[in-house]
């Protein structure tokens, strides 16, 4: 069984047990391939400034959003494959658990 570092599952989860950073999360994922402006997700997610730009940067931090600078915008993305590559490791760590058997899993 190839280990699976506790690191990055702790950090997956805290990333985003935060139901602001997950409100965050849930908006770039309905802008797959746009993304959003940073003044639009500000707008769109309506926190005060400081709280949104902390939040914005744990998921960047962590890898679930990602920035780019396009003239004189920064466009964010939700980087969906960090969140999918760490889930399915979670996922496997529990099948070796139970010994193959997805049942459990999915009740």
Do not use: W
Request: charged letters at 25%.
């Amino acid at each position: 069984m190839t280990a699976i570092p506790d690191e990055n599952h702790a950090r997956t989860f805290n990333a985003l047990a935060h139901q602001r950073r997950m409100k965050i999360f849930r908006i770039l994922l309905e802008y797959p391939d746009s993304g959003m402006r940073f003044t639009q997700l500000e707008a769109r997610v309506g926190m005060r400034r400081s709280s949104f730009i902390h939040h914005l940067c744990v998921l960047e931090r962590d890898g679930f959003v990602s920035r780019k600078r396009i003239g004189p915008n920064t466009i964010y993305r939700a980087h969906l494959a960090a969140f999918a590559s760490n889930m399915s490791d979670v996922l496997r760590l529990i099948e070796n658990r139970l010994g193959g058997d997805r049942t459990d899993i999915a009740a």
